[in-house]
């Protein structure tokens, strides 16, 4: 397996413009998971999803911020308009049942919006 | 979320010498999960514990589990420069519970 990748690797925008990272999950995983790493804030959790569906999305900092599961191997994470404290790394991971196995993790998206 | 604590927040240590690294929470746990995350990289699954007082080895690194369920910790033997890194722990506390990893021990190794 190729394991859970993301794309772009880097991403260097202006501010107001949209921006649209992508995952796909490990064939099989059932839950999918955003985070959002910063060396202040560390690790967040922005949003996951069990079986396509959103199950806690109170990490999403606000409405410019939204994602997506339209099925089982792809996921999008949206931020419309973006700004530059979005400058991040951002990591989707997959799991099984999203607790009884450890997550595996894609490599990130560097965002850096200026 | 539970209230969890990662301490120490950074640590440098001579290579041969041993780290140690402890995920505390105020509640009890379910089960806890410890990642590493090499930089530039992404965190890296690398154990999960669920026993009381459970004990896991994998190689030079070992990691318990307290028997109040309540702490844990990641100790590794004789560091060598590959264990350079951020190691997070991931608490679990019950179903309803919100998924947060603790803030990260760096790890620096002085040659």
């Known amino acids: 397996d190729a394991g859970v990748i993301q794309s772009p690797r880097h991403e260097v925008t202006e501010m107001g413009q949209e921006v649209t990272l992508r995952c796909k999950p490990i064939?099989?995983?059932?839950?999918l998971f955003w985070y959002r790493q910063t060396m202040m804030r560390g690790l967040e959790l922005l949003i996951y999803?069990?079986?396509?569906?959103?199950?806690?999305d109170s990490g999403m900092p606000e409405d410019r911020f939204s994602a997506k599961m339209p099925n089982a191997s792809f996921s999008t994470l949206k931020i419309q308009p973006s700004e530059p404290r979005d400058s991040a790394v951002y990591f989707c991971?997959?799991?099984?049942?999203?607790?009884?196995?450890?997550?595996?993790f894609g490599s990130g998206t560097r965002l850096t919006v200026v | 979320g539970q209230q969890v604590m990662q301490i120490p927040q950074y640590q440098h240590v001579q290579e041969g010498e041993d780290f140690t690294t402890y995920c505390n929470s105020s509640?009890?746990?379910?089960?806890i999960q410890w990642y590493k995350q090499r930089p530039g990289g992404h965190p890296v699954f690398l154990i999960q514990?669920?026993?009381?007082?459970e004990v896991k080895k994998q190689k030079r690194l070992t990691f318990q589990f307290g028997e109040a369920k309540k702490n844990s910790s990641l100790h590794i033997t004789a560091t060598q420069t590959t264990d350079v890194g951020t190691y997070f722990c991931?608490?679990?506390?019950?179903?309803?519970?919100?998924?947060?990893f603790g803030k990260g021990t760096r790890l620096h190794i002085l040659p």
């Open positions: 991971a997959s799991s099984l049942t999203g607790r009884s196995y450890g997550y595996t």
């Open positions: 064939s099989g995983h059932n839950s």
């Open positions: 999803f069990n079986n396509n569906v959103p199950i806690d």
């Open positions: 509640t009890t746990l379910s089960n």
């Open positions: 514990l669920v026993k009381s007082g």
């Open positions: 991931l608490p679990f506390r019950n179903r309803d519970d919100k998924i947060i």
